[in-house]
């Protein structure tokens, strides 16, 4: 018979955009008018726990103390909000009046949301969550059952699953072993990607594709509609190298947290491939929402693809949004509760017609030039600065459709992680893992190319026919031209293809 002690601690952990903060909630039970208080920073929806964990005490079987009842969640600067910190909630109050042993408390981090009836319902980012209190120094969590599979993807953390209130308190006692599961996930299923192989007709397009693929490049395709642009950039995962291990958990961290995992196999071992309608707004682009910010697409396609299709039908405002994260890897997104940082290390694919009226032969255009280029003005100099390739799409010849057919996405995904196991052994020791990672700075000095390579190069800056950022950009696409044919460093030739890439297919 355990003895009441009038004050119950607990631990958990809350989230904080992407940062996971541990949480101590302390319940005190105090004589007076019966009542229930929370502070430290809650929001709305944690204000309403209240509710929650009053019934849900009461409907497991256990009693709801008739007294002043008060839970303090700590450090009070924090904000904290989410229906996570239910279960800790109710057993610290359960742990203050003696209906709860604390045997196991310690080292212990409990997660999760109550029913009215005592459930524990799933949570929203329980990985990076215990992500945060493994490298706090926790050794144990107790999480909902549906969120266990996604739980045991970490490492150096028991995990154990509940099904309701009164099974956590069963555990405490030591009358029952929490569920859990052993693969927790991490066999991949059959991948969904069509393959390159249904591509015809379209030689220089598919090439540019694994271009960019094995450098992860941005690129840019127009051409009329019904020419293969979507298909083409739809196929592009299916070429791209497996997530490494850290890139997986990074990747499964960021869709927990906007709530889109799986549950029955959550952990993301294919890049994401990201694709919102060319009306999204800036806020559904880099994330938003109230209090503090959520994933938008650009970080929900991290270490993937994020796809605008007819991108010349966004606005200049959105399109010019995304400049900050093609450069940094990383989108801030200022809100009432504070700077959302979120990683957005992804690959822009773009597509656009050549116009409004996009016939199917460009003859038959009836827009004027001065149309023409203000439909495709949209994409601004700063955007179009960061995209390395572009790529003008011709309709195929008379027989191409029948008689043609393309290499599969097996085959050209070898030529990729070939290439791109080349650029990560060059780049090791840097910390780099890609040849667009690679600061200008450094391929300026440290791995200069020859003179007569760097010429092509200086003479596009000579004659204004590219900026600063575009002669940086057209080395790292050289490099990745390099590790294509395996080579050892970029030749003229190299350099010459890279800023074709660079300075065609715009129609600008």
Same mark, same amino acid.
């Given at each position: 018979m355990s003895v009441?002690?009038d004050? %119950?601690?607990?631990?958990?952990?809350?989230?904080?955009?992407f940062?996971?903060?541990?949480v101590?909630?302390?319940?005190?039970?105090?004589?007076?008018l019966?009542?229930f208080r929370?502070?430290g920073?809650a929001d709305?929806?944690l204000k309403?726990?209240?509710?929650?964990?009053r019934?849900? #005490?009461?409907?497991?079987?256990l009693?709801?103390?008739?007294k002043q009842?008060?839970?303090a969640l700590a450090?009070?600067?924090?904000?904290?909000?989410?229906?996570?910190?239910?279960?800790?909630?109710?057993?610290a109050v359960l742990?203050?009046?003696?209906?709860?042993? +604390?045997?196991l408390?310690?080292? +212990?981090?409990?997660?999760?949301e109550?029913?009215?009836? %005592?459930r524990?319902?799933?949570?929203r980012?329980?990985?990076?969550?215990?992500?945060?209190a493994r490298d706090? %120094?926790f050794?144990?969590?107790?999480?909902?059952t &549906?969120?266990?599979a996604?739980a045991?993807? #970490?490492?150096g953390i028991?995990?154990?699953?509940a099904?309701s209130?009164s099974?956590?308190?069963?555990? !405490?006692?030591?009358?029952?072993?929490?569920d859990?599961v052993h693969?927790?996930?991490r066999t991949p299923?059959?991948?969904?990607?069509?393959?390159?192989?249904d591509? #015809?007709?379209?030689?220089?397009?598919r090439h540019?594709?694994?271009?960019a693929a094995?450098?992860a490049?941005?690129?840019l395709m +127009?051409g009329p509609?019904?020419?293969?642009?979507?298909?083409?950039?739809?196929?592009?995962p %299916?070429? !791209?190298?497996?997530?490494?291990?850290?890139?997986?958990l990074?990747?499964?961290?960021?869709?927990s947290?906007?709530?889109?995992?799986?549950?029955?196999?959550?952990?993301v071992?294919?890049?994401p491939?990201?694709a919102?309608?060319?009306s999204?707004?800036i806020?559904?682009?880099l994330?938003?929402?109230?209090?503090?910010a959520?994933?938008g697409?650009v970080?929900?396609?991290h270490?993937?693809?994020l796809?605008?299709?007819?991108?010349?039908?966004?606005?200049?405002?959105?399109?010019?949004?995304l400049r900050?994260? !093609?450069?940094?890897?990383t989108?801030?997104?200022?809100?009432?509760?504070g700077?959302a940082?979120?990683?957005?290390?992804?690959?822009?694919i773009?597509?656009?017609?050549?116009?409004?009226?996009a016939? #199917?032969n460009?003859?038959?255009?009836?827009?004027?030039?001065i149309?023409?280029?203000?439909y495709l003005g949209k994409?601004?100099?700063?955007?179009?600065?960061?995209?390395?390739?572009?790529?003008?799409? &011709?309709?195929p010849g008379d027989t191409?459709?029948?008689? &043609?057919?393309?290499?599969?996405?097996a085959?050209v995904g070898?030529?990729v992680?070939?290439?791109?196991?080349?650029?990560?052994?060059?780049?090791?020791?840097?910390?780099?893992?890609?040849n667009?990672e690679?600061?200008?700075?450094a391929?300026?000095?440290r791995?200069?190319?020859a003179?007569?390579?760097?010429?092509?190069?200086?003479?596009?800056?000579?004659?204004?026919?590219?900026?600063a950022?575009?002669?940086d950009r057209?080395l790292?696409?050289?490099?990745t031209?390099?590790?294509?044919?395996?080579?050892?460093?970029?030749?003229?030739d190299?350099?010459?293809?890279?800023?074709?890439?660079?300075d065609?297919?715009?129609?600008?």
């Amino acid at each position: 018979m355990s003895v009441v002690t009038d004050l %119950g601690r607990v631990h958990s952990v809350g989230l904080n955009a992407f940062a996971a903060d541990v949480v101590e909630i302390q319940a005190n039970i105090s004589s007076g008018l019966p009542g229930f208080r929370i502070s430290g920073s809650a929001d709305t929806s944690l204000k309403e726990a209240k509710e929650r964990v009053r019934a849900a #005490v009461n409907n497991s079987g256990l009693k709801f103390p008739e007294k002043q009842v008060t839970v303090a969640l700590a450090p009070a600067n924090l904000p904290k909000s989410g229906a996570g910190f239910d279960l800790a909630m109710a057993v610290a109050v359960l742990v203050a009046t003696g209906q709860a042993l +604390t045997t196991l408390l310690s080292g +212990t981090v409990m997660i999760g949301e109550l029913a009215l009836d %005592g459930r524990l319902r799933s949570t929203r980012g329980v990985l990076p969550l215990l992500l945060g209190a493994r490298d706090a %120094g926790f050794t144990r969590a107790v999480v909902p059952t &549906e969120n266990v599979a996604e739980a045991v993807l #970490v490492d150096g953390i028991e995990v154990g699953g509940a099904d309701s209130l009164s099974d956590v308190v069963a555990w !405490l006692a030591g009358n029952l072993v929490l569920d859990t599961v052993h693969d927790g996930g991490r066999t991949p299923e059959p991948s969904s990607v069509p393959d390159m192989t249904d591509v #015809v007709g379209q030689p220089a397009a598919r090439h540019a594709l694994e271009v960019a693929a094995a450098g992860a490049h941005h690129i840019l395709m +127009t051409g009329p509609p019904g020419i293969g642009k979507t298909m083409l950039a739809c196929r592009l995962p %299916g070429i !791209l190298p497996r997530l490494s291990h850290s890139e997986s958990l990074e990747v499964t961290a960021i869709h927990s947290v906007a709530g889109i995992l799986p549950a029955h196999r959550p952990l993301v071992v294919t890049p994401p491939f990201v694709a919102p309608h060319h009306s999204a707004s800036i806020t559904a682009l880099l994330g938003g929402g109230t209090g503090m910010a959520r994933p938008g697409a650009v970080s929900r396609a991290h270490r993937g693809v994020l796809f605008l299709d007819e991108c010349a039908e966004m606005g200049s405002k959105v399109l010019d949004s995304l400049r900050q994260p !093609l450069e940094d890897g990383t989108v801030r997104v200022a809100r009432r509760d504070g700077t959302a940082v979120y990683p957005a290390r992804f690959q822009l694919i773009l597509s656009a017609n050549p116009c409004p009226c996009a016939p #199917v032969n460009d003859v038959d255009c009836v827009c004027t030039s001065i149309v023409r280029r203000r439909y495709l003005g949209k994409l601004s100099g700063p955007l179009m600065d960061r995209i390395d390739i572009r790529v003008q799409m &011709e309709p195929p010849g008379d027989t191409a459709l029948m008689t &043609e057919q393309g290499e599969s996405s097996a085959v050209v995904g070898a030529r990729v992680a070939q290439a791109r196991e080349a650029a990560r052994d060059r780049w090791r020791d840097h910390g780099w893992m890609t040849n667009t990672e690679v600061p200008g700075s450094a391929l300026r000095r440290r791995f200069r190319l020859a003179p007569e390579a760097m010429k092509p190069i200086e003479s596009f800056l000579r004659e204004g026919r590219i900026t600063a950022r575009g002669a940086d950009r057209a080395l790292r696409l050289a490099w990745t031209l390099t590790d294509l044919r395996g080579g050892t460093s970029p030749d003229v030739d190299d350099v010459v293809q890279a800023l074709m890439y660079r300075d065609r297919g715009s129609g600008r």
